[in-house]
C-alpha cells in the first residue's frame, strides 16, 4: 500500500471549554476525492483549517506528500502543493476574472506571500494565456474579460477554483462549494469536481448528500470533533452510528 498523500495523526484542538477536535485520525489517499460530513458544529471548518494552516493544533500533526507541515504557514503549504476554496466565496469583485486567475498564477511563480506579488503584468503575455487556461477548466473562459462582481453567486466559486487551481496544487481542499447556490449551479458545480478530480486530490466538505455520494470515494464522518467512520459510500450510508447521527435525516 502507498502512503496517503495527507495524514493527520491525533489532531486535538481545544477552544475555551469546548473540544473542537478530539485525536482525529484521518488520511487522503493520492488520486481520490474523500468528502467530509457532519452536522453543523461538528468540527469540519476548525479541521480545514488545520490543513490549510489557518490555525495550529494543540496535539498531533499534519504530514503532507511525506513531509510534516504542521507548523508550516498557509502560503507555505500553498507552495508545498495545498490549495482551498472557502464558504464563502473569495474573489476580487473589482477585478475581471482574467486578473483575478492572473494574480494566482504570478503569486505562485514569485513563491509569493502577503501580496509582494502585486505588480504590474500586463506585459506578461504567457501569464494571461496561462490563466486563461485555467478558465477555460472551470467554463469561464468566455467571460474573461469580464467584472468578477458582475458573475452570479456559483460563477464566483468556479471563478474562485480557477485561482486555486493556478497555483497547480497536488491537493484541493472544498469547503462547502455548494454553499448558497440554488439546484443548477449545485449541478453545474457537481459536473465541475468531477472534471477536476480527474487532475487533482479533492478532500470535500459539504452537506449535499446528493452530491457527496455522487462525487466521494470514500466519505469521513465528523461529529462532536470526532471521527465516527470513514468507508465507502455504501459502507458509510449504511453504518448505523452514521445513521443516528447525522444522516438518518438526509436520508
Known amino acids: ?39 453543523n458544529g461538528a468540527g469540519k471548518t476548525t479541521f480545514i483549517h488545520h490543513l490549510s494552516g489557518a490555525l495550529t493544533p494543540d496535539a498531533g500533526s499534519v504530514r503532507f506528500a511525506g513531509r510534516d507541515v504542521t507548523r508550516l504557514t498557509m502560503h507555505e503549504r500553498v507552495r508545498a502543493g495545498m490549495a482551498r476554496s472557502y464558504q464563502i466565496t473569495n474573489v476580487f469583485l473589482g477585478l475581471s476574472l482574467l486578473d483575478n486567475v492572473a494574480l494566482a498564477v504570478q503569486g505562485r511563480r514569485d513563491a509569493g506571500s502577503s501580496f509582494r506579488f502585486w505588480r504590474p503584468v500586463d506585459r506578461e503575455a504567457r501569464l494571461f494565456e496561462e490563466a486563461l487556461a485555467f478558465l477555460e477548466q472551470v467554463g469561464l ?22 485561482m486555486a487551481l493556478a497555483t497547480k496544487p497536488q491537493l484541493l481542499l472544498l469547503d462547502e462549494p455548494m454553499a448558497g447556490t440554488g439546484p443548477e449551479e449545485s449541478a453545474r458545480m457537481v459536473e465541475l469536481i468531477e472534471h477536476l478530480a480527474r487532475h487533482v486530490t479533492i478532500l470535500l466538505v459539504e452537506h449535499d448528500m446528493d452530491a457527496v455520494f455522487r462525487l466521494a ?15 465507502t459510500p455504501d459502507e458509510v450510508r449504511n453504518d448505523a452510528d452514521v445513521r443516528r447521527a447525522y444522516l438518518g435525516d438526509h436520508l
Not at 141 to 160: I, T, Y
Not at 217 to 231: A, F, K, P, Y
Request: proline content about 3%; hydrophobic content about 50%; aromatic content about 2%.
Open 217 to 231: 470515494d470514500r466519505i469521513s464522518v465528523l461529529v462532536n470533533g470526532q471521527l465516527i467512520c470513514t468507508g
Open 141 to 162: 473562459a468566455a467571460k474573461h474579460g469580464q467584472l468578477a462582481g458582475q458573475l452570479s453567486h456559483g460563477e464566483q466559486r468556479a471563478l474562485e477554483l480557477a
Open 1 to 39: 500500500m502507498t502512503d496517503p498523500l495527507l495524514e493527520v495523526l491525533g489532531l486535538s484542538r481545544r477552544f475555551a471549554a469546548v473540544d473542537a477536535l478530539k485525536a482525529v485520525n484521518f488520511t487522503v489517499a493520492a488520486g481520490e476525492v474523500h468528502a467530509l460530513i457532519g452536522p
